[in-house]
């Protein structure tokens, strides 16, 4: 039977005991980002610190998990080490679907725990598991012993920390079944506050499905538009990748620290050059049919007479841009090599990237010295990339340790601001212009998904301020309703508003189907809301000055338009949701 009411598990981490609270607001909130928000401002701290043990790690899921396709995504909530302030971030992998199948809408993970614990959860069963013999094993071999320790593959769930999320670095991912993430704002390193090495999901239960003849009839006609169409082919194809030619065809794909915006040696690094002498197979998220997740191989020479030891690397758009064309490397392989050690390292591969091309060209004009890098940093050195995201995760010294809180820090106390990529945290791979830019900087989770901002430059050459703004908040409250199902953004082009009203009402949401917009409108508000409460001020934002001096096919960015574009936008932002206290 279809709740009106969240099922949410609330675990002190101090006492080991937890209790399940049925919280109110389904109708207003829907689920995902709307109910990671609603239970952030039920159990969260807003004048306390990110590492204050009572501050809440949270894990919320949405109405149609489990119901449909490509509602597989999970929203982590938590105030986050980077700014101090409220935070999202969204993974795939199985920990949708465990949760469905463990009768739960929400987990709530509050207090420290003693010693280090894997904290595990299933329908009828929680137990904290003292596992201090992993601390200090990166993500792949905590993986293995993780998943000899908790069986029920499939349905199971393993969340899990590297070395950077205990060493708290503010670029600490939480891994997702080895090839997903919780990658930005530092979701790691909450959990590592809280000595959580693991969480594990075990989905050990069941839930309805409709009866009738209405529910598997819809399911069916999505399940073709998703397969038998060609509107997801491009995700299942190559995927992302496509984007690292086309991009750098536009003029748009930043290469050593967005000092370029295109490069001829892309052909080394586009997603065809790594599905034809790369790729090993295609994996898709629990309940997805399309199979995005590329996984390519980095191999490791063990012996001399040729015998290689090869690991299994996810590949994407992004983690291409992040080690690949912002550090200069051209090479598939040497990517791989990369991201497969930021991903043992337990790092967010965009933050990590972007912060060693920072350190790179700051070694080159002097700013800092090889002292402080411990290693000659070069574009385009690969090797010296590798041990570099080591020292990052560990936090090898003082410069590493200031690097790894975000890359404005670093540069707050060295110099070289003006090169610094950060956009609220540090960019994304679209180097479009002017409203990509302002949408990233003052987006909700500084995110590049947060609005169609790269797309917005890629179709509009004029400078209209009014129209851009209006474009980026109607479009933001679109998709914070879709993070709240919590649909695949991939799959924004199928799940319009027409269809998504369509699956609730098929599964018993009807006030969520009839009022998708004032819905949509009260989640984008309630979000900005405790975005603001905790701290953050949109007129305070600044754009480096590295951003006016990229020229993109448009021709060289407009410094005078990105600076109104901030301005409104941020204007926007503080009429949409004033600042209100709580708790």
């Given at each position: 039977?279809?709740?009106?009411?969240?099922?949410?598990?609330?675990?002190?981490?101090?006492?080991?005991?937890?209790?399940?609270?049925?919280?109110?607001?389904?109708?207003?909130?829907?689920?995902?980002?709307?109910?990671?928000?609603?239970?952030?401002?039920?159990?969260?701290?807003?004048?306390?610190?990110?590492?204050?043990?009572?501050?809440?790690?949270?894990?919320?899921?949405?109405?149609?998990?489990?119901?449909?396709?490509?509602?597989?995504?999970?929203?982590?909530?938590?105030?986050?080490?980077?700014?101090?302030?409220?935070?999202?971030?969204?993974?795939?992998?199985?920990?949708?679907?465990?949760?469905?199948?463990?009768?739960?809408?929400?987990?709530v993970l509050t207090g420290r725990a003693p010693r280090p614990v894997a904290v595990v959860v299933g329908s009828?069963?929680?137990?904290?598991?003292?596992?201090?013999?992993?601390?200090?094993?990166?993500?792949?071999?905590?993986?293995?012993?993780?998943?000899?320790?908790?069986?029920?593959?499939?349905?199971?769930?393993?969340?899990?920390?590297?070395?950077?999320?205990?060493?708290?670095?503010?670029?600490?991912?939480?891994?997702?079944?080895?090839?997903?993430?919780?990658?930005?704002?530092?979701?790691?390193?909450?959990?590592?506050?809280?000595?959580?090495?693991?969480?594990?999901?075990?989905?050990?239960?069941?839930?309805?499905?409709?009866?009738?003849?209405?529910?598997?009839?819809?399911?069916?006609?999505?399940?073709?538009?998703?397969?038998?169409?060609?509107?997801?082919?491009?995700?299942?194809?190559?995927?992302?990748?496509?984007?690292?030619?086309?991009?750098?065809?536009?003029?748009?794909?930043?290469?050593?620290?967005?000092?370029?915006?295109?490069?001829?040696?892309?052909?080394?690094?586009?997603?065809?050059?790594?599905?034809?002498?790369?790729?090993?197979?295609?994996?898709?998220?629990?309940?997805?049919?399309?199979?995005?997740?590329?996984?390519?191989?980095?191999?490791?020479?063990?012996?001399?007479?040729?015998?290689?030891?090869?690991?299994?690397?996810?590949?994407?758009?992004?983690?291409?841009?992040?080690?690949?064309?912002?550090?200069?490397?051209?090479?598939?392989?040497?990517?791989?090599?990369?991201?497969?050690?930021?991903?043992?390292?337990?790092?967010?591969?965009?933050?990590?990237?972007?912060?060693?091309?920072?350190?790179?060209?700051?070694?080159?004009?002097?700013?800092?010295?090889?002292?402080?890098?411990?290693?000659?940093?070069?574009?385009?050195?690969?090797?010296?990339?590798?041990?570099?995201?080591?020292?990052?995760?560990?936090?090898?010294?003082?410069?590493?340790?200031?690097?790894?809180?975000?890359?404005?820090?670093?540069?707050?106390?060295?110099?070289?601001?003006?090169?610094?990529?950060?956009?609220?945290?540090?960019?994304?791979?679209?180097?479009?212009?002017?409203?990509?830019f302002t949408s990233q900087a003052l987006g909700l989770r500084h995110s590049h998904l947060d609005s169609a901002?790269?797309?917005?430059?890629?179709?509009?050459?004029?400078?209209?301020?009014?129209?851009?703004?209006?474009?980026?908040?109607?479009?933001?409250?679109?998709?914070?309703?879709?993070?709240?199902?919590?649909?695949?953004?991939?799959?924004?082009?199928?799940?319009?508003?027409?269809?998504?009203?369509?699956?609730?009402?098929?599964?018993?949401?009807?006030?969520?189907?009839?009022?998708?917009?004032?819905?949509?409108?009260?989640?984008?508000?309630?979000?900005?809301?405790?975005?603001?409460?905790?701290?953050?001020?949109?007129?305070?934002?600044?754009?480096?000055?590295?951003?006016?001096?990229?020229?993109?096919?448009?021709?060289?960015?407009?410094?005078?338009?990105?600076?109104?574009?901030?301005?409104?936008?941020?204007?926007?932002?503080?009429?949409?949701?004033?600042?209100?206290?709580?708790?």
């Amino acid at each position: 039977m279809i709740r009106d009411y969240f099922r949410v598990l609330v675990v002190d981490l101090a006492t080991g005991k937890g209790k399940v609270a049925n919280v109110p607001g389904r109708d207003e909130v829907a689920g995902g980002s709307g109910l990671g928000a609603l239970l952030f401002t039920k159990y969260g701290k807003a004048d306390r610190p990110w590492d204050d043990p009572e501050q809440p790690v949270i894990f919320a899921i949405g109405p149609l998990t489990g119901y449909f396709p490509l509602m597989s995504k999970t929203v982590a909530a938590f105030k986050s080490p980077y700014h101090d302030q409220y935070a999202e971030s969204h993974a795939g992998g199985r920990s949708a679907l465990a949760l469905r199948f463990a009768d739960l809408d929400g987990l709530v993970l509050t207090g420290r725990a003693p010693r280090p614990v894997a904290v595990v959860v299933g329908s009828r069963h929680l137990e904290l598991k003292e596992v201090h013999y992993l601390w200090g094993l990166d993500v792949q071999e905590s993986g293995k012993l993780l998943r000899r320790m908790f069986k029920g593959s499939g349905h199971r769930s393993i969340l899990r920390i590297g070395p950077a999320g205990e060493n708290k670095s503010a670029m600490a991912g939480i891994n997702v079944d080895t090839y997903r993430h919780f990658g930005r704002l530092g979701g790691g390193a909450a959990l590592g506050a809280k000595n959580v090495k693991a969480v594990v999901i075990i989905g050990d239960g069941s839930f309805p499905l409709m009866e009738g003849k209405d529910y598997p009839k819809l399911f069916e006609a999505v399940y073709r538009k998703l397969t038998a169409t060609d509107m997801m082919q491009k995700y299942h194809n190559l995927g992302t990748p496509a984007n690292v030619a086309i991009l750098n065809e536009q003029k748009a794909l930043p290469w050593r620290n967005l000092q370029a915006t295109t490069d001829p040696n892309v052909h080394g690094i586009t997603g065809e050059r790594f599905a034809e002498t790369a790729l090993l197979r295609n994996a898709a998220c629990a309940g997805c049919p399309v199979g995005c997740i590329h996984i390519g191989f980095s191999r490791e020479r063990f012996h001399a007479d040729y015998r290689y030891f090869y690991r299994q690397v996810s590949y994407d758009h992004e983690p291409i841009f992040a080690t690949g064309s912002m550090l200069g490397v051209s090479d598939c392989f040497a990517v791989l090599d990369i991201i497969d050690v930021v991903e043992q390292m337990g790092l967010d591969v965009m933050s990590a990237g972007v912060a060693l091309a920072w350190a790179t060209e700051a070694l080159e004009k002097g700013i800092v010295t090889e002292n402080e890098t411990l290693l000659p940093l070069k574009f385009g050195d690969h090797n010296t990339y590798e041990m570099a995201v080591r020292h990052l995760a560990y936090g090898a010294n003082d410069f590493y340790r200031l690097l790894a809180q975000g890359t404005l820090r670093a540069a707050a106390h060295h110099g070289g601001a003006d090169f610094a990529c950060v956009l609220g945290q540090e960019m994304a791979g679209y180097a479009t212009g002017e409203v990509f830019f302002t949408s990233q900087a003052l987006g909700l989770r500084h995110s590049h998904l947060d609005s169609a901002g790269y797309s917005y430059d890629q179709t509009h050459r004029d400078k209209d301020v009014g129209q851009a703004v209006d474009f980026l908040i109607s479009d933001e409250a679109s998709r914070a309703f879709l993070t709240s199902m919590v649909a695949c953004l991939f799959a924004r082009g199928v799940y319009n508003e027409e269809l998504l009203a369509e699956c609730l009402q098929s599964v018993g949401y009807g006030a969520l189907a009839d009022n998708i917009g004032a819905v949509s409108g009260n989640i984008q508000k309630l979000r900005w809301q405790t975005r603001l409460t905790t701290g953050f001020n949109p007129a305070g934002v600044s754009i480096p000055k590295r951003f006016t001096e990229v020229t993109t096919r448009k021709g060289k960015v407009d410094g005078e338009f990105l600076t109104a574009l901030k301005d409104a936008y941020a204007q926007c932002i503080r009429e949409l949701a004033p600042r209100k206290d709580h708790p």
